[in-house]
Structure formats: C-alpha cells, structure tokens
C-alpha cells in the first residue's frame, strides 16, 4: 500500500490500521522520510505515536520519530515537527532517557513558541514537567504543568487542554501537597 494512502487512513484514524497494520506504518514513515516528504512522514509519527506506546514498542516508535526528523525539509514542517519531537520526548522519558526527553521537549517548545502553536506548547512544557517530576522538582512541575494549562485556556484551544487530563489532575494534588509541604 503507498505511503500517501497510510498517511490518509491515521488522517481517518481506521481503526484497522492503528490496531494490526503497524508494519504498514512504520514502512510508509520510512518511505516518506526516504522520499524526501517530511510534511509525510512527521504528521504520520504525529498521528500513529500512540500505537508503539499501547503495544510496548517505544524503541520503534522512537526510530521512526527519528527517521522522521532527520528527513530533508523536516525543520520547516509545523506543527508536526513539534509534536514528534514531543513523541520522541515521550519515548526517551519511557525508556529512561531523561537527558534526551529533556533536550526533545525544550525544542519542540521552541518550535511550537516560534510558529505559535499552543497545543504543541501545551505538549512540550508537560513534557519538561514529566521531566521535573522524576527529577522530583515538584515547584518546577508545578509551574510547568500550570503554564501548559494557562496556555491552552488563553489560546481557547479546547482540544490543548483536554489532551493532559492526567497532567491537570497531577497539577492539583501536587500544588495542594506543596502548599501544606506533605510531599
């Protein structure tokens, strides 16, 4: 199956194809990249990076995200590129590299500030904040976690601010825990 058509199905979030077709993703994500087509192969490790989480592929999932990167043009595609550099943040933070999720997370917060894209703010300062809470800087968490949430609800971008529900949540129990110091 072409890579465009792949692309097209995660447009459609087919069920099929994010359940039992991941070799046909990961090839058209190589494909892409190959082809020179990072606007491709970054939107589809934007729209599939799920699917290597649910199926414990982060090692993949990592791969692809920088195979998508690395394509020719790929510092030019917004807002995809931010929100694979956020994915491949994510994948770095779960397999332990939290040197590597650290430096994705503060680009694509670059790249999202720069081409003003608050969901993809919103993604990579929760992304810092998971960093600060493993490190246990729970005031940075907090004030990472709350810049995310204030973004999203400056911007109005509805879909920002429910895509962290379990960062909110954290956000309020770490800020009550702080504020009579239990933590």
Partial sequence: MPPHEILARARAADSDLLSTDRTLIA????????????????ELVALTWRVWLAHDQIDLGSSLASAAL????????????ARTLYVDGL??????????????????????????????????????????LRAGRYDEVVRLARMARDRARESGNGAAE?????????????????RTRTC
């Fill in 27 to 42: 090839e058209a994500v190589g494909q892409l990249a190959q082809a020179e087509d990072a606007a491709g192969a970054l």
């Fill in 70 to 81: 690395s394509a020719r043009g790929a510092e030019t595609v917004a807002p995809w590129r």
């Fill in 91 to 132: 994948y770095a933070f779960r397999a332990g590299e939290t040197q590597r999720s650290r430096s994705r997370n503060a680009e694509a917060l670059q790249v999202a500030r720069e081409t003003r894209a608050p969901g993809g703010e919103c993604d990579a300062l929760t992304g810092l904040a998971r960093v600060a």
């Fill in 162 to 178: 429910a895509s962290h529900p379990f960062t909110w949540k954290l956000l309020d129990w770490l800020h009550e825990r702080l």
